[in-house]
């Protein structure tokens, strides 16, 4: 079945990213120098990073379905394939954020000042010149290509094969299986091998080294469980909207169940995540260690505590019965609710390394979500009315299309 | 003649599927099934109502969180407040942390045991008790539907019988 963008979805996305960048203009007029620019370039990496990554978690999840050759989901893979369709917009985003800090145009990563490495000099950083060999400009932005293109690489080649494979006639194989999904599986592997690095590697990178002094080992691992579960936000809400739209004949209740056990038990892995990080730190109580969390609680308190309950407890009570996880007016406030949640678990990442006590949740931040979010969700919905809603040929098909549990 | 209990032996899963749904059509109440494995789908046709353990698995759970919570309280800071590393425990909520570890596992302890030993005791079937499987070679390759005559008013036993021979049914044995 095809699907068609309705004049609303085009409407009201059109609306976010009207509202959004008058709110972004008002916040930024109404802000001073610097700290406005600062602001800026803050926010454009956090939506950058969370947009982007939602699809790249959308990726893995397809990819992990190949390698697991996981049978219940294939009547969704053109949903995780529309969510990755934000990659080379996010992709933009952050290199431009990436470069304009390699030309100092703004003061997001520490580490790129220069006069950080004059030994003897009056700013001269012992900790950071150490880490030199690694973190320095040019091997970031190196790595940070690779990274990216070679996530695209796999984003493309799976969605271009999955619509090839559409078109494949099997009773011209021997074995009457499409050669195609058998690729699928062996890219899926590398992809996962290579996401497996980089995942954490990117996390270091692009957030971690925002507060340069500090370290966890923990980190990339949470920044991905952070995610992976706001993708499956996404795919269990884009879901419910194409069946309520009377799409996706083919998902059935089930298949929502099956989406809802993701959310829940990767929020656990989030929270778990999250609060072992905290725990070791808090606990060990090393002054190097706690520097991150004394500037989360004395600036970010309320979002930075408050959103891990939040994004804890709501899953954790309200989806846990088997009813809720089938049933919309559960999913769905719970799932909207927790994507703010790990929205501004990104933001919090982000902003007290950059804004220190300058910065919180206002205008500038609301603006440029929102102007992401409309974005996101035209570009997500133009992706999925370009192919037919369900693949062909793919050899459990017919068995998703008859999961009952 | 009220407590006959009729039992229909199979040979094959699916078989035993299709013939479950066609006595039920034919207003025959099955009480139970045994087999080697569960059977995808049986649940429904012959009316069985979906299990509540997970209800009973939540409430040991969050019991199990209560009870350690309670237990290091008067543990670690009630009855002797512990300094480790220079964190005295003279409050619950500020050390709440360091328990939080203990407090989860306890209560993923008393939930998984809570839930075993209640499946246990709901079917009988703890260590020790004598088993009630009618037919035993229903642990090998045989598959039983078991239909007990006073469940079947007005339906004698030989009516059933003959709505049990319209299935592929192997031997139909009288208890």
Redo the contacts between chains.
């Keep these: 079945m095809e699907y068609k963008i309705s004049k609303n979805a085009k409407l009201t996305s059109s609306i976010l990213i009207l509202v959004g960048i008058i709110a972004l203009v008002i916040g930024l007029t109404s802000g001073h120098g610097h700290h406005t620019s600062q602001r800026f370039w803050a926010n454009l990496l956090v939506n950058g990073y969370f947009f982007f990554t939602i699809s790249l978690a959308a990726l893995f999840f397809l990819a992990l379905q190949y390698v697991s050759q996981m049978a219940w989901g294939v009547t969704t893979h053109r949903v995780f394939q529309a969510i990755m369709s934000f990659m080379p917009i996010g992709a933009i985003v952050l290199l431009i954020v990436f470069v304009a800090g390699a030309a100092h145009m703004h003061h997001l990563y520490h580490w790129m000042d220069p006069e950080l490495y004059i030994v003897g000099g009056e700013h001269y950083d012992e900790i950071i010149a150490n880490k030199q060999a690694y973190l320095n400009t040019p091997f970031f932005l190196i790595r940070s290509i690779i990274y990216i293109a070679v996530w695209m690489f796999f984003a493309y080649w799976l969605r271009k094969k999955s619509k090839e494979e559409d078109a494949l006639n099997l009773a011209a194989y021997a074995d009457g299986v499409s050669p195609i999904y058998k690729k699928s599986i062996f890219m899926g592997v590398l992809f996962i091998f290579f996401f497996a690095y980089t995942s954490s590697s990117s996390a270091w990178d692009w957030l971690m080294s925002i507060d340069t002094h500090w370290f966890s080992t923990m980190f990339g691992w949470y920044s991905f469980s952070g995610m992976w579960v706001s993708s499956m936000i996404v795919a269990v809400v884009l879901v419910l909207y194409l069946k309520s739209k009377g799409y996706l004949k083919e998902v059935n209740d089930s298949h929502i169940h099956d989406l809802g056990k993701w959310l829940f038990a990767i929020s656990c892995l989030w929270s778990y995540l999250w609060?072992s990080q905290?725990?070791l730190i808090?606990?060990?109580?090393i002054p190097e260690e706690v520097t991150y969390y004394i500037d989360r609680f004395e600036h970010y308190k309320l979002l930075y505590v408050g959103t891990f309950f939040v994004n804890f407890l709501l899953p954790f009570f309200l989806l846990?019965?088997?009813d809720a996880k089938r049933n919309a007016i559960f999913l769905l406030p719970v799932a909207l609710i927790i994507f703010l949640g790990h929205w501004i678990d990104v933001l919090v990442m982000v902003l007290p390394g950059t804004m220190h006590e300058e910065g919180g949740l206002g205008l500038v931040e609301i603006g440029m979500f929102l102007t992401f979010l409309g974005g996101f969700i035209f570009t997500i919905l133009t992706s999925l009315s370009k192919a037919s809603l369900q693949t062909k040929n793919h050899p459990m098909y017919d068995e998703s299309v008859h999961l009952?549990h | 003649m009220s407590d006959k209990k009729i039992y229909a032996i199979y040979d094959d899963d699916y078989v035993l599927l299709e013939s479950a749904k066609h006595l039920v059509s034919k207003g025959i109440f099955i009480r139970d099934v045994f087999s080697p494995f569960p059977i995808h789908?049986i649940d429904p046709v012959i009316g069985l109502k979906r299990t509540r353990i997970?209800i009973t698995a939540?409430i040991y759970g969050m019991l199990g969180v209560l009870l350690a919570l309670l237990g290091i309280w008067y543990f670690s800071v009630q009855d002797w407040p512990i300094n480790i590393?220079?964190?005295p425990n003279f409050s619950l909520i500020d050390n709440l942390?360091?328990f939080?570890?203990v407090t989860f596992e306890f209560g993923v302890l008393c939930a998984a045991h809570g839930m075993a030993i209640t499946y246990l005791l709901r079917n009988w079937t703890l260590p020790g008790f004598k088993s009630h499987n009618p037919y035993p070679r229903t642990t090998d390759d045989r598959f039983v539907m078991e239909i007990h005559v006073h469940d079947n008013e007005g339906k004698s036993i030989e009516e059933i019988k003959s709505i049990l021979n319209e299935t592929y049914v192997l031997e139909i044995d009288e208890k």
């Design positions: 609060f905290f725990m808090w606990y060990s109580d846990m019965s088997r009952h | 789908g997970a939540f590393g220079g964190k942390p360091a939080i570890p």
